[in-house]
């Protein structure tokens, strides 16, 4: 479904691709390409989903750093660091959850630092919740409210962007 919003040049000439080790968002002319991709793990479901809400999120100067320019410290993180993460995950995993919903699959908040025992924290579930509350109140942008869409068209789903279809108890 991403590709088929997203990689004409008109729709924004970027690509979903799985079957990698690590999730990376290469700009276009990284390596010769041509078109943007967006890597996930393997092939795992959430982590398309997840490496997609990202590409969502990020803003169009962003779009032309690779990995988005963001700041990743693996797992292993300390508490800080954890905090840090948690911070700038809001807003990709609630897009994620609105994913998900579309999909019919259910949605895992990731802590993303299994090694330093740190699971996601309440104050985290509780600000996933809000945001995903706030998008369905004040909207998404133009390519999230695509990719909702067309997810949900094509999984024969209800509209992912109603705030009754989200449960903050879902999270625990």
């Excluded at 590709?3 to 010769?32: I, K, M, Q, V």
């Excluded at 740190?118 to 998008?135: A, H, K, M, N």
Aim: charged share 20%; aromatic share 14%; net charge negative.
């Amino acid at each position: 479904m991403f590709n088929s919003c997203f990689s004409s040049p008109a729709g924004l000439n970027t690509r979903l691709a799985g079957g990698f080790e690590e999730p990376y968002y290469r700009p276009a002319s990284t390596d010769g390409v041509s078109w943007h991709q967006v890597e996930f793990t393997r092939d795992y479901p959430a982590s398309a989903l997840h490496e997609a809400a990202h590409w969502c999120v990020a803003g169009a100067a962003r779009r032309q750093l690779p990995d988005y320019g963001y700041w990743y410290a693996p797992d292993g993180r300390n508490s800080e660091q954890q905090a840090e993460f948690e911070r700038v995950e809001v807003k990709p995993q609630a897009l994620e959850w609105v994913f998900a919903r579309a999909c019919g699959l259910k949605f895992r908040v990731s802590a993303d630092n299994l090694g330093a025992g740190l699971g996601p924290s309440e104050t985290f579930r509780r600000d996933i919740w809000q945001q995903v509350q706030r998008y369905c109140c004040e909207g998404v942008n133009p390519r999230a409210g695509q990719f909702a869409r067309a997810l949900a068209s094509a999984f024969a789903r209800p509209d992912p962007l109603q705030p009754q279809h989200y449960r903050l108890e879902e999270l625990g």
